[in-house]
């Protein structure tokens, strides 16, 4: 038998860890976690387990089709690679050629190797590169540039040194990272401590030193009473308060009515509990993280739960801290070349974001800009006519609130294509599907992972396709040949990584070892003198002026989230270990694990309702309604609601997941029109859902 062992990157989510896939007769029969990663110990997680069975799976787009019925109707043509790549380019050619470049949109998961799929966005001439980050992070990215100047992700969370970690809004050892599994598993070992901040007992809450179960919606009471004690108790840093945060007395006054008693009427968090909490925090300072949160498109403020917990940090010192979020390094802090970007192939599109991001809105992000604002424009033709849209390894009808709508939305487009490895909502509505190969069958361009310690990434073919599914690589650069976008039609994945790595002074020959390359002997943690925040004045800004010339206050008032009426509550959903947001459902190895959601209740306001534990009860919302088992239990807020996100799918082709569970997804009328124009995201938890039992 012929094996050998392949350096690859897992695909089942967005964490994408490095792996060692054992392939026996050209065929993947192993996977680890690549030993040689920091923190990933040779560990992956069972999704990341399931990658064979993902492989293996025949309920899979196997090859291109073309829509041959009405858009959902699910009728399709076979074609080859040749005529979906002719036909793919023809039709966004003729948009082109209608209503310009501009009218292109395209929209991604974000991530490492997203400058092929920027690349060929601007290639096209169009500023419209998005992602999914309305959906998921873009409270924390906007929080972080409006104290810090920088993204989230420029600074890193050293949970390995950290003393007391506090989780809220993140399920950390349910939602899975692997990396920050094992570091915050060893500094557990270590004597860290742990708090968590939910509206029900998660994995990560039983393994929590405090746990306080909130009212759904009032972590900025929490917080704002948090930031209190600190301040009236001189228990923050004060020398790293005069060095680095601007703007202090102003929080001070901000600050004043949010006392620890006022915050326990509103989440329900005794105040004497809080006050122990904050003590015991401020004890372990500098070197403790308040996790910002991750999926944060939940309320209204979320952005400033986000905000309140930097600056929550800042007032610890933790910020630039050993054990907690020191600065991430770039290549160039280690006086070495970053890769080559494909994006810079082509000049920066003129027009303006069909989004309205960085004209419109100048305070948000301009790189991935905001999607829902991009459907809103396809949908008013405000500010010009968007009438193609490229979803790529998305599947935005499960990710964005309210199916219908975008549906509706959706009809107006001329051309709408999927590039999928999995059956999706999104590509069952498309004009045509371009399978991917899974990422076991493909290769991908060369990343950097930004850190303590930065390195090169690659990810190899580890196995021929089974199916006629195709590359990233091959795909884009199929397109960019027959659209005349010459610099990017690249031959050879080989050509792309020798382009990406002209001038760094790495060779592909140095990947062979370990599958990586690193940048730095040692991890390296910046001296704060060293340190510059990208604000105006160099410091931690708790006044945002670009928030305050769009008449947004940078310190808001807090407002009481609304009760539910009687017999309804908030939706609430989240993750669970075994899947992947919409697209592992159907996997049949994790199918196997999990089949279906179910609806956790409040023990005492279900049996209030006579619902028994197990019974099927119907939830509806605004027309919507399915039906799924309710699970009761004293450990979840009796307000709300709560479902694993990703189920309830109708797709024929999904036979393992169909019918199985509820959409959250579905259950969220006019979602799309609910974000916060601070924060940009969505507020997907501005719902209330009935609850009915069926007998
Ligand atoms: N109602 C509600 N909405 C939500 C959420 C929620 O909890 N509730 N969660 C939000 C969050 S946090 C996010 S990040 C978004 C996610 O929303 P999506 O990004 O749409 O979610 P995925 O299921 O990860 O979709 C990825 C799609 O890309 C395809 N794909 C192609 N190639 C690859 C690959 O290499 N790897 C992977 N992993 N997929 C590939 C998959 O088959 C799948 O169809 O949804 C958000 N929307
Ligand atoms: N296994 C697995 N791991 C994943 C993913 C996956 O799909 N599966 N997806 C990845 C992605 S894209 C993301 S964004 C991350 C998400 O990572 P997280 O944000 O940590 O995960 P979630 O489960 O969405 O939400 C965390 C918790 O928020 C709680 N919550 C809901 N409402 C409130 C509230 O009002 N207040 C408080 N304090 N808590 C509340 C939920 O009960 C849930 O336990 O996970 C990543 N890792
Ligand atoms: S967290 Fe799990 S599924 Fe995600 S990339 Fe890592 S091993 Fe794969
Ligand atoms: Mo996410």
């Known amino acids: 038998m012929a094996s050998r062992k392949v350096y690859s990157v897992c695909g089942m989510c967005t964490v994408r860890c490095p792996i060692l896939a054992d392939v026996t007769n050209g065929v993947c029969s192993y996977l680890q976690g690549n030993p040689h990663a920091a923190g990933i110990n040779g560990a992956l997680c069972a999704r990341g387990a399931a990658g064979l069975a993902l492989t293996n799976d025949n309920e899979r787009p196997q090859f291109p089709l073309i829509r041959a019925g009405e858009r959902g109707e699910g009728k399709w043509r076979q074609v080859s690679w040749d005529e979906a790549l002719d036909y793919t380019a023809e039709r966004l050619d003729q948009v082109r050629q209608q209503y310009g470049s501009h009218s292109i949109l395209f929209s991604d998961r974000g991530g490492p190797f997203r400058d092929l799929h920027q690349a060929f966005v601007r290639g096209l001439g169009s500023p419209n590169y998005s992602n999914h980050d309305a959906s998921c992070a873009r409270n924390v990215q906007h929080a972080a540039l409006s104290v810090f100047g920088f993204g989230r992700k420029d600074v890193v969370y050293d949970l390995k040194n950290s003393r007391h970690v506090v989780l809220q809004t993140r399920n950390l050892f349910e939602a899975i990272n692997v990396k920050e599994v ?26 929590a030193d405090k746990f306080f179960m909130v009212r759904p919606g009032t972590d900025y009471a929490f917080n704002l009473a948090v930031i209190h004690v600190l301040l009236s108790r001189d228990l923050y840093d004060q020398t790293f308060a005069g060095l680095w945060i601007k703007d202090l007395g102003r929080l001070q006054e901000f600050i004043r009515p949010y006392t620890p008693e006022w915050a326990e009427r509103e989440t329900g968090i005794p105040a004497d509990a809080l006050v122990g909490f904050v003590r015991e925090l401020a004890a372990s300072r500098p070197a403790v993280i308040w996790h910002p949160g991750w999926m944060t498109a939940r309320y209204t403020d979320s952005f400033h739960v986000c905000r309140s917990i930097y600056i929550i940090n800042a007032l610890l010192g933790s910020i630039g801290a050993k054990g907690g979020l020191p600065f991430a390094n770039k290549p160039s802090d280690f006086e070495r070349k970053g890769l080559k970007k494909l994006a810079d192939l082509f000049p920066k599109p003129e027009q303006k974001r069909a989004d309205g991001v960085g004209w419109r809105y100048p305070h948000f992000d301009a790189g991935p800009g905001l999607l829902h604002l991009a459907f809103k424009a396809i949908e008013t033709e405000d500010p010009y006519p968007v009438k193609a849209y490229i979803a790529y390894r998305h599947d935005p009808l499960m990710g964005f609130p309210d199916q219908d709508a975008l549906k509706r939305i959706f009809r107006k487009l001329d051309f709408l294509v999927s590039v999928t490895f999995s059956w999706s909502d999104s590509a069952w509505f498309s004009d045509i599907v371009l399978p991917l190969s899974p990422y076991l069958e493909r290769e991908s361009i060369l990343a950097c992972k930004n850190g303590l310690k930065p390195y090169f990434f690659l990810r190899h073919r580890a196995q021929e396709p089974r199916f006629d599914t195709r590359a990233d690589w091959e795909i884009l650069t199929g397109l960019a040949k027959r659209l005349g976008l010459a610099p990017l039609a690249f031959e050879s994945i080989e050509d792309i990584w020798k382009f990406q790595l002209n001038g760094t002074g790495v060779s592909m020959a140095d990947f062979e070892a370990t599958g990586m390359v690193s940048l730095a002997e040692q991890p390296l943690y910046r001296k704060m003198e060293e340190l510059k925040f990208k604000t105006p004045s160099g410091k931690i800004e708790l006044i945002c002026d670009k928030l305050e010339k769009q008449e947004l206050p940078s310190l808001k008032p807090y407002q009481s989230p609304a009760q539910p009426p009687e017999g309804m509550f908030r939706i609430a959903f989240g993750r669970c270990a075994v899947h992947t947001q919409g697209h592992t459902v159907n996997n049949p190895l994790l199918n196997g694990q999990m089949a ?100």
């Not at 094992?182 to 393994?207: E, F, H, P, Q, Y």
């Not at 799918?649 to 997804?665: Q, Y």
């Open 182 to 207: 094992n570091d915050l598993m060893s500094a557990l070992d270590n004597g860290c401590k742990l708090t968590v901040i939910d509206i029900r007992a998660t994995v990560t809450s039983t393994k």
């Open 596 to 695: 279906e959601n179910v609806l956790w209740l409040n023990r005492a306001v279900g049996e209030k309702m006579k619902i028994a534990d197990g019974e099927q009860v119907e939830v509806i919302s605004n027309g919507h309604s399915g039906r799924i088992k309710a699970m009761l239990t004293d450990l979840i807020h009796p307000e709300a609601a709560f479902m694993v996100h990703g189920f309830g799918h109708t797709l024929p082709v999904e036979i393992r997941a169909f019918g199985k569970g509820v959409a959250d997804n579905c259950l969220m009328p006019g979602g799309l029109e609910i974000w916060d124009p601070a924060g940009g995201a969505l507020a997907l938890q501005e719902h209330f859902i009935t609850v009915r039992r069926l007998r």
